[in-house]
């Protein structure tokens, strides 16, 4: 889940929680008018300034229990992750903000906890009684997600969620040394924000070291190592143990240019452009007002299609009048590296593909180019997605016999062959029985574009249809 989806998410729960703090402040200043400001002066004040405090709290115990507890369904029955520390190496290891982001925000979603609690209640002013509220809290939370399924109980929420508590009390002592002293100490700066100060560190650190990594990271490499001590594993493969060596490539991505060249080439000009996370969306028009949108991802990939067109199928004698007028358009574009496999397609679509030929030790393109023409020759559709791969050097790579023996160590990832199948059935156990038939070389992408070599390697697990991938550089 992106930070867009995130905070989608949070603008439709944050609907009832002020919806109820609403309710709350409309009694409290009901309350007020209708009652208490026509007290005596000599009753007990109320503290309204702790009324407030107290219904942004329940509010926000409201959005707390509605992220962690309602609507989760019941999917994960019993299950839990006791590693420290699992989802930053995993975010570590696939270089992913989306895996850190949700250890940022279970860290996030604990920090106004420990705010609150002090301003409401003196005793927690003192973190000997704070500090066990948080971890009773956050473990309340995790236990009730295993017993009902409503998630896994995770040891990394636990320690997040406590640094979040932490973290809060750490700024309700800070916002209290300001207020008491009418400045800002740096010892008391310094003190109070040194975990997120030390995490930044950590963050900046790592950054550093990525940076200095000439190749990225493998999503497939961030794995729980299997239990295999009591798993029957066999093959039937003459494995060899020769050390050998692959080339590695580097994605090449020209979108750039792409705009300027279809603008030129159809004549359109631009109405309006929109950019999220990497991808454009770009809105043309040509000399008859027709509109057009170009959509170009941060991938490298892009599609510009007619918007009110809808594709029929041309009859024969413009079918073949279609085919000459695409191979011409396509010459005059210039999109195709070499000469690639032409097919034509319904709807007046047609197609050039080029095979992948990674063994080839050079640089090589792959993927396919669509072409959409309208039966009088114009173009409605234009769709590219190849992918240049330039040769950066060879690198030496485990042999099929060391791929093997890591199978045995329980070192690969467990992938979903298909959606059918659950987490439960991924899971070797005791008595087991893998049988691996194929350990071949493939290709995957890293965290830097690099096209990076791996093994595929495929059996059956019980009798089953299964697979894991595994990193074959060294």
């Known amino acids: 889940m992106g930070v ?163 973290m809060g009390y750490q700024l309700y002592r800070l916002g209290s040394s300001i207020v008491q002293h009418k400045k800002v100490k740096i010892k008391s700066l310094v003190g109070n924000l040194k975990i997120p100060l030390i995490m930044g560190v950590i963050f900046v650190g790592m950054m550093i070291v990525y940076a200095q990594q000439e190749f990225g990271h493998l999503a497939i490499n961030a794995y729980t190592k299997s239990n295999m001590s009591e798993v029957d594993v066999t093959t039937s493969l003459d494995l060899h143990a020769t050390s050998t060596v692959a080339p590695v490539y580097k994605k090449i991505k020209h979108t750039d240019e792409v705009e300027t060249l279809l603008q030129k080439k159809f004549d359109l000009s631009e109405l309006s452009r929109q950019e999220i996370s990497g991808d454009r969306e770009v809105l043309l028009k040509d000399k008859a007002e027709n509109s057009y949108t170009l959509y170009i991802n941060s991938e490298g990939n892009w599609l510009l299609t007619d918007d009110l067109y809808t594709p029929v199928q041309p009859s024969l004698a413009v079918q073949e009048t279609l085919v000459k007028k695409a191979k011409s358009m396509m010459d005059e574009l210039s999109l195709l590296p070499k000469d690639g496999e032409f097919t034509a397609l319904d709807n007046g679509v047609f197609e050039w593909t080029l095979p992948d030929q990674a063994e080839l030790n050079q640089d090589y393109w792959l993927g396919e180019v669509d072409l959409g023409l309208k039966p009088d020759g114009s173009m409605y559709s234009l769709s590219y997605n190849i992918h240049e791969h330039q040769l950066v050097h060879e690198v030496n790579i485990l042999s099929p016999a060391e791929v093997y023996e890591r199978i045995k160590h329980g070192e690969f990832p467990q992938i979903k062959y298909n959606a059918l199948v659950t987490e439960e059935e991924l899971l070797i156990k005791k008595g087991d029985q893998l049988t691996v038939d194929l350990i071949e070389l493939s290709y995957m992408y890293d965290t830097k574009d690099f096209y990076q070599p791996i093994y595929r390697v495929s059996g059956t697990l019980n009798g089953k249809s299964w697979f894991t991938l595994i990193q074959a550089r060294k």
């Not at 919806?19 to 209708?34: C, D, P, V």
């Not at 999917?75 to 520390?85: A, K, T, V």
């Not at 809290?137 to 979040?164: K, V």
């Open 4 to 166: 867009t989806d995130i905070m989608n998410n949070i603008r439709i729960l944050m609907v009832p929680v002020i919806l109820i703090i609403g309710a709350e402040f409309l009694l409290i200043g009901l309350y007020y008018f209708l009652y208490h400001k026509n007290q005596q002066s000599n009753r007990k004040k109320i503290n309204f300034k702790q009324l407030i405090l107290g219904a942004l709290f329940i509010g926000y115990i409201v959005f707390v229990c509605e992220l962690t507890i309602f609507g989760r369904g019941s999917s994960h029955f019993m299950q839990m992750n006791l590693q420290p520390f699992s989802g930053y190496i995993d975010a570590w290891k696939k270089y992913s903000l989306r895996d850190l982001q949700n250890c940022i925000f279970n860290i996030l979603m604990f920090v106004p906890l420990g705010v609150f609690l002090p301003l409401l209640f003196t005793k927690f002013k003192s973190f000997k009684w704070l500090l066990p509220v948080v971890v009773i809290a956050t473990l309340s939370i995790e236990t009730y997600q295993t017993l009902t399924g409503a998630g896994i109980f995770e040891l990394d929420d636990l320690i997040n969620n406590s640094l979040g508590g932490i």
